[in-house]
DNA sequence: ATCACATTGTGAATTTATTCACAACTATAT
DNA sequence: ATATAGTTGTGAATAAATTCACAATGTGAT
């Protein structure tokens, strides 16, 4: 079987988003234009994504809501849950447990780390936060499979090396820094300097 | 002359990143394949990069460091300068506003916005905060051309539409939903839901 | 001077992503 | 039953991004 793109797992996330609004405002059918147009996409673009992930709508109604979200679900959720660690607990990292805390019933972030005394043993919106020295027994009592990481640039490969140590097969680097990975990794950079500094260019060129 | 893709763009912020910091070192020339491996590239990728912005080096010595991260800068900078609104002071702003403060002279961001009552007026890292209402009023006066936004989803469209409405041409959208803006105005969402979600998916998939 | 060699610059090939365009379909109206 | 209209599913076309591959280049060694 071939590999679903990682753009549309991307587009997957983001329907999925829409679809859930809709779900509770009642709505059943949905068109492809409809949903492309509420997740800023092209309704071909839409109906090739679902192919790809083997879902099947009918000509007259479009895609049903709810099949079409647990369809979803069934491709992006891991049954038996997913655990997260999240390293640097600033406001990034805050600002990631917040929104995350409760939202995803099958993908928590179970353990945060910092280095600051401050924060170590205490329970940071609904999550209790450890020690860095501690992240690789932690992670392996905990059996957490993702890595985030918030630190500042400074320290991030480090933590990115345990991390791969303890077997994490996927990290999201907020860090402003280039990171490496070995193969077989998935590491996602996200840098903030970089989306902002691309704007800025494409506010310079439209002026 | 043809537009520089915003892949290009992208890769431009990160050269210029890793060539900073090899100027602190005291580098001064790099070959292509250095800079690729600095930046998680290839070769053949940094050479295209480059020509594409018009930058040459020598076949012996590789890119000279000072000259291409000047010509770098003259591709992303305004040499005026550029001013940033951001609207949403919660953790994610802050993060944002703090890791920005005083890092880069050409563009900086010169008000935050929110309606908690608490944060207005204040200075916070070294930027001045105002209520929301205000929005058009500063953008105009202080003539701002890129606009943040780290609100609740709930809000972002309005913010948006203000932003849209007052001239700014690029926004950066970190709330958690989909935003419309008319043609020609660059709008980049970073879901970070979205990112999280998609290296679970890998993760699950490398299990 | 000349040579040897690792690198650049780039046309061409390849790969990946998106869009087009239309046959096949299905719920509804007649 | 049959026609209709607006949709899906998808092969083919196109566009965009990346990589290949190699002639041209320029530097240091001899």
């Known amino acids: 079987m071939i590999p679903i793109p990682e753009k549309t797992i991307e587009r997957m996330s983001r329907y999925r988003r829409v679809l859930n609004n809709l779900l509770e405002e009642g709505r059943k059918h949905i068109y492809s234009h409809e949903l492309a147009s509420l997740s800023s996409g092209t309704p071909a673009q839409v109906r090739r994504d679902l192919m790809i992930i083997g879902h099947s709508g009918s000509p007259r109604n479009g895609y ?51 280095i600051d005394p401050e924060k170590i043993n205490r329970v940071i919106s609904g999550c209790r936060c450890y020690h860095t020295d501690q992240l690789e027994e932690i992670i392996r009592k905990e059996n957490i499979t993702i890595g985030i990481i918030t630190t500042p640039a400074a320290g991030a490969q480090k933590i990115v090396d345990t991390y791969v140590k303890t077997g994490i097969k996927a990290i999201v680097n ?25 704007a800025a260019f494409f506010a310079k060129t439209n002026k």
Chains 1, 2 share one sequence.
């Open 64 to 114: 049903e809501i709810k099949l079409l979200r647990n369809d979803i679900n069934e491709l992006m959720d891991d049954p038996e849950g997913q655990k997260i660690a999240l390293t640097g607990i600033g406001y990034l990292g805050r600002a990631i447990m917040n929104y995350f805390m409760g939202r995803r019933p099958k993908l928590t972030i179970a353990a945060a780390f910092d």
């Open 174 to 198: 907020w860090a402003p820094t280039i990171l490496h990975v070995p193969e077989g990794v998935f590491l996602e950079t996200r840098d903030i300097t970089m989306s902002i500094e691309k």
